[in-house]
């Protein structure tokens, strides 16, 4: 690393308070040394330790000199890992502050699960397009192409770039991507303040009478409190506007209308704060647009800058997690079924990390007015979160994310990606009319399979009659099942088949809405369902917790977890007695599950001196594993980094021989080159670099479920 | 012989007396039940011959709390059996003392220290009484599971009661865990037989190379018909014989909350329901063909799946390496909190 400025040595590599100041920070830090480097890391590590920092603060802790650490920085802010506030100062001058931004490396921690998921859904351009965003931070569309190297690609790239904006996988950056919230929230404190003042005082008593200005900001006689909580109110609104700001989408949609008719504005004003208007990019866009003319930008503006959106993959990464669930929880076929459900409302569900939770918090701390120079005393008061939570709810089951079976069974004749055949429904559900003989189980077997065999034949018919009319479809023997219903799929009811397929689906839904610990669906009325994603955001990471404290510290654990959750309020004795161990083991698990806090102890004192000999203590669940779920998200998330810092190691320990087989005269011929001990030691490296990676996506499966979860 | 001599002494109404009270068969009486019983004429004919049954230690005066209406005490009479007044009159006077104590405290035993603090008799004494008792197969000294260390004391023909002994959880007053587990087996997959039809047979796997096979949901959840209840499943263990230690109802309720906790079965309105993540993980519910340990490509990984991991994390092996629990390489969670 380079020099240093007044006395602070650059360290030779990540220093320790990397990893020790926060979990969160080491893992990210080693990510970002993956990606960026170790002076990014360094930089990364060292604004984490602060709220913010300045340029000078940041080079004098670091250590670094302004022109590199202003690259560093540039590149943070790109990945969208560092954030950026613009103080004005009173003489004009403006001060930059910088802060770390989690959104960013969270991404570079996924992207290998988001890139997967995009070849897999859409094919491999679209996932090298999405690849190459996630590690640029953001790209328009003009520069992307204007990069390519073959031109006959650019058809394909914009097509690309449109399945993923269309999927909402891209969204375009806004200036809110760049700034820290809660900067962003007191700018709109700000503004409402002097929205208000301003109104305020032109507000006369002859408004009152016909006048049109806003009675809102009618404040005579009126009480501080009350004056604060309507700037608060407007500032929320103005922040929410902000936030959902689609200046940019429409931007980038009316663009293609207006390139249909070839009258594209070079557009200087982007979306993106003026940091990223590299000259440079504009010129080169412009003659690229020249040169291409309309066939290049046929639908999108290729001006606008795209980022990945985070939230749509977590929507994704929830909804596979919810899959994987309910296949342990009620089995395979219903599972597949959830899928299908799950897939069709997944674009418009709700958010994972809703950000009214966030602006609730932000607007009870928020300080207004002159004077009030801290934050507020108020605090966030629990029942805006239960409200906030009863209108999530009612959300979740608005007008379009309703179905019933027959839209599943829509879905499935539709396509055939959800590798579920009539096949593996059928005979799922068990039928009283069925015999439970074992013996005639056999024939009942043959007969399915006959009347099968003879739905395939007719079936097989009108395929080919349909053929010639959708030529789109080409007959397969493996899916016919899902084409088959296609077909029939306009007499849905006259079918017999159909009818019991639909039957059996209804079940499967129905099978969802049963279980108990996880309400996985709703039925509102029969037949129609559901999916509370609010709800089950709320007890899905506690079950997840309980079966972690299962798997990790044993099933008498989560009998003990359990039983205390069940009583409340228990002493060991009686936890001894009922989950009937012995006393001395359970007290070990209740010493084990109080360090991770999901364990309270409480003292009830016998004695009016309260002394500690004759008082009893009892244990009693921390509210809500609030406790426990924080202690073992950061573990998770410690042992990820800790993960990724060993495989580091091994690889810094392997280095000549990872060199050696990097070089163009070896690579391809290693088993001629290498020696025998070379070759073991290649595969062991190989091999823990494996493991490396099979614990670091387990860790973050296990993970995710806890760390983007509504916080209550 | 004594016997004989015992009662040969006596008076034939005071003979009578014993005889009737011994063979009417309630353990004490009050003043004016025996008044009636025997109809003597007065109470003094009574005490007479209560007097010289009580010299020959054949009657006990008891005290009692009162019934009912009258709240005062009274005194109630109780017959001693012609051995057991054989007994004692042949014990030494302190060990008589002992005894009797011994007797009073029933089924529930009594401590050492307890004697010796109600008889005043020095602490050789009580363990010399003890010893020579103990001998003699009067008393024996049981273990108590409340209070380990204690020595306790009961009548030999007795049988201690639950407090003592602990219920039926527990042998020589130790939890018995492996009796236990094997019965919370035994529940479970009573209940998990009837929750999923035919998940049981041919290894695990399900029937007609089904990939499923449940019951429908008004059968699962409703009317619980096919679900068994508490009451089914204390049927089904007394039916069953596997255990000859007698099992209440409550022994049986606190086995299914076990499982509970376990989260191995579910208590759906009065019926319980085995989870379909235990029949996983005791290996049942396999699809037929389905290789458990192959990866999954589509799939994301879920704590749960920890009964299908192979513990090397490397499947290309392709060994049989799958049940070896080597818990280091999936210890995920400690380091941050030892740090």
Request: hydrophobic share 35%; aromatic share 8%; with cysteine.
């Amino acid at each position: 690393m380079s020099g240093s400025t007044s006395g602070t040595v650059v360290p030779s590599e990540l220093p320790m308070t990397a990893k020790t100041q926060s979990p969160s920070c080491f893992l990210h830090c080693v990510i970002l040394r993956a990606y960026v480097g170790e002076q990014a890391a360094y930089i990364y590590s060292c604004l984490h330790s602060q709220r913010k920092m300045s340029l000078q603060q940041l080079s004098q802790k670091s250590g670094i000199k302004g022109i590199n650490l202003k690259k560093i920085l540039v590149t943070l802010i790109q990945l969208g890992c560092v954030v950026y506030i613009t103080n004005n100062n009173v003489n004009g001058k403006s001060n930059i502050f910088y802060c770390h931004n989690e959104e960013g490396c969270w991404k570079l921690t996924y992207i290998d699960e988001i890139v997967r998921h995009v070849r897999e859904k859409f094919g491999q351009i679209h996932a090298s397009v999405i690849q190459n965003v996630i590690l640029r931070g953001h790209l328009t569309i003009g520069s992307y192409v204007n990069d390519l190297e073959i031109k006959s690609e650019v058809d394909q790239i914009e097509q690309a770039f449109f399945d993923l904006v269309e999927d909402q996988w891209l969204v375009h950056a806004k200036e809110l991507d760049f700034k820290p919230l809660s900067e962003t929230f007191r700018s709109c404190i700000h503004s409402a303040t002097r929205e208000f003042v301003n109104n305020n005082l032109q507000y006369t008593k002859g408004n009152d009478i016909g006048g049109d200005s806003n009675p809102k900001f009618k404040s005579a006689g009126m009480s501080q409190l009350k004056k604060t909580q309507i700037i608060k109110d407007l500032a929320k609104e103005k922040f929410m506007k902000l936030y959902y700001d689609t200046t940019g989408k429409d931007k980038l949609n009316r663009a293609g209308k207006m390139n249909q008719i070839n009258e594209i504005k070079p557009s200087g004003e982007s979306a993106l704060s003026s940091l990223f208007d590299d000259d440079d990019d504009v010129d080169e866009y412009d003659v690229n647009e020249q040169s291409n003319g309309t066939k290049l930008l046929r639908r999108l503006n290729g001006n606008v800058p795209l980022t990945v959106s985070f939230d749509r993959f977590l929507k994704y990464e929830r909804d596979v997690q919810l899959v994987s669930l309910s296949k342990h929880r009620i089995g395979n076929v219903t599972a597949k079924i959830y899928n299908i459900v799950l897939k069709r409302i997944e674009k418009n569900s709700r958010e994972v990390r809703t950000i009214e939770g966030l602006v609730d918090r932000l607007v009870a701390d928020a300080s207004v007015g002159a004077g009030s120079a801290g934050s507020s005393t108020s605090g966030y008061d629990p029942s805006t979160g239960h409200e906030l939570m009863k209108r999530l709810e009612l959300r979740d089951q608005q007008k379009g994310l309703n179905f019933g079976a027959v839209d599943i069974l829509k879905e499935l004749s539709l396509s055939n990606k959800y590798s579920l055949t009539k096949d593996d429904l059928l005979g799922t559900i068990y039928d009283d009319n069925d015999d439970e003989d074992d013996d005639n189980g056999g024939e009942k077997m043959s007969k399915k399979r006959k009347l099968e065999s003879r739905f395939d034949n007719e079936s097989y018919k009108k395929t080919k009659l349909s053929k010639i009319a959708a030529d789109i479809k080409t007959f397969d023997d493996e899916d016919d099942e899902e084409i088959q219903e296609e077909d029939n799929g306009f007499d849905l009811n006259n079918n017999s088949e159909n009818g019991e397929v639909l039957q059996l689906i209804l079940q499967h839904l129905k099978l969802l809405t049963i279980d108990k610990k996880i309400s996985f669906l709703i039925e509102t009325s029969p037949g129609n369902f559901y999916v509370p994603f609010t709800m089950l955001q709320s007890q899905i990471p506690n079950f997840q917790v309980k079966q972690i404290v299962k798997t990790i510290f044993g099933t008498s654990s989560l009998r003990i977890l359990n039983c205390i959750e069940e009583k409340r309020l228990i002493e060991e004795k009686n936890i001894a007695k009922s989950v009937l161990m012995k006393e001395g083991d359970v007290r070990k698990i209740i010493a084990t599950l109080t360090k991770f806090g999901l364990v309270e102890i409480q003292e009830i004192p016998r004695t009016a001196d309260r002394s500690a000999m004759r008082g009893i203590f009892a244990f009693k669940i921390n509210k809500n594993y609030q406790r426990g779920k924080k202690i073992l998200s950061k573990c998770l998330m410690f042992n990820m980094g800790e993960v990724l810092d060993q495989m580091e190691q091994v690889k810094m320990e392997n280095k000549i021989l990872l060199d050696k087989i990097s070089r163009e005269d070896v690579r391809g011929r290693e088993v001629e080159l290498l020696l025998g001990s070379e070759l073991n030691q290649l595969k062991t490296v190989i091999e823990s670099e494996k493991i490396g990676l099979a614990k670091f996506i387990r860790l973050r499966s296990m993970g995710e479920m806890i760390w983007f979860a509504d916080r209550e | 012989m004594s016997g004989k001599v015992l009662i040969d002494d006596m008076s034939p109404s005071a003979k009578k007396m014993h005889h009737i009270m011994v063979t009417n068969g309630k353990s004490s009486y009050t003043q004016n039940e025996l008044l009636s019983l025997l109809k003597f004429e007065n109470i003094n004919e009574l005490m007479e011959n209560a007097q010289v049954l009580l010299n020959k230690g054949l009657l006990k005066i008891l005290e009692s709390d009162g019934d009912g209406d009258s709240k005062e005490k009274q005194i109630l009479f109780a017959a001693i059996s012609e051995q057991e007044a054989k007994k004692v009159s042949n014990m030494t006077a302190d060990e008589a003392i002992v005894y009797s104590h011994v007797e009073a405290a029933g089924r529930e035993g009594i401590w050492t220290k307890t004697i010796k603090a109600k008889t005043n008799l020095h602490q050789h004494i009580v363990l010399r009484c003890l010893k020579s008792l103990e001998s003699q197969s009067y008393i024996k000294s049981v273990k108590s599971v409340k209070h380990p260390t204690r020595k306790i004391y009961m009548l030999y023909h007795l049988t201690p009661s639950i407090d003592v002994t602990g219920g039926p959880w527990f042998t020589d007053s130790e939890l018995d865990t492996d009796f236990i587990d094997s019965l919370l087996i035994v529940i479970w997959k009573f209940v998990a037989q009837k929750t999923f039809p035919k998940c049981f047979k041919k290894r695990g796997l399900i029937p007609n190379g089904l990939k499923q096979y449940s019951y429908s949901s008004q059968l699962l959840s409703n009317m619980g018909t096919l679900l068994p209840t508490l009451n089914d499943v204390n049927e089904f263990i007394i039916s069953s014989g596997i255990t000859t230690v007698e099992l209440t109802l409550s022994d049986v309720k606190s086995l299914c909350d076990v499982l509970e906790f376990d989260e191995k079965i579910e208590n759906t309105g009065g019926s319980y329901k085995a989870t379909w993540q235990s029949v996983l993980e005791a290996g049942g519910g396999k699809i037929e063909g389905e290789d458990l340990f192959a990866p999954l490509d589509d799939e994301i990984f879920n704590v749960n799946d920890n009964y299908r991991v192979m513990d090397t994390l490397v499947a290309d092996n392709g060994e049989s390496n799958g049940n070896n629990n080597n818990t280091e390489s999936r210890v995920y969670l400690d380091s941050w909190i030892t740090l």
